[in-house]
């Protein structure tokens, strides 16, 4: 069965980095879309950031452009995002997703558990 599981998530003050990784199984990751989407407590789940299947297309939140950087590693089944100028706004669970073909801010097939990642002011 698919599994993507997230790590990298934790505790960091505002200014600060993290590096979330997603790693894939149980699909062709070379015919997969990745994204990110985050939801903090009661807001809806809200798109991060998403990368093509070569990795040659990338897409945004305008919330997280210039700070955000998503990559993909395709002969390690394995997607990131590099996330500097933590924001406390930024604190949420972060979600990897799949994607069959296109590069889209909706329509995932499959998601993982999500890591926490919480940014202090």
């Known amino acids: 069965q698919v599994q993507l599981v997230e790590s990298g998530g934790g505790l960091v003050q505002a200014g600060g980095s993290l590096r979330l990784s997603c790693a894939a199984s149980?699909?062709?990751?070379?015919?997969?879309?990745m994204g990110w989407f985050r939801q903090a407590p009661g807001k809806e789940r809200e798109f991060v950031a998403a990368?093509?299947?070569?990795?040659?297309?990338?897409d945004y939140a305008d919330s997280v452009k210039g700070r955000f950087t998503i990559s993909r590693d395709n002969a390690r089944n394995t997607m990131y995002l590099q996330m500097s100028s933590l924001k406390p706004e930024d604190t949420a669970v972060y979600y990897c997703a799949a994607k069959r073909d296109y590069v889209r801010r909706y329509g995932y097939d499959y998601w993982g558990q999500g890591t926490q990642v919480t940014v202090s002011s």
């Open positions: 990368i093509s299947v070569r990795g040659s297309y990338s």
């Open positions: 149980g699909l062709t990751f070379t015919t997969y879309a």
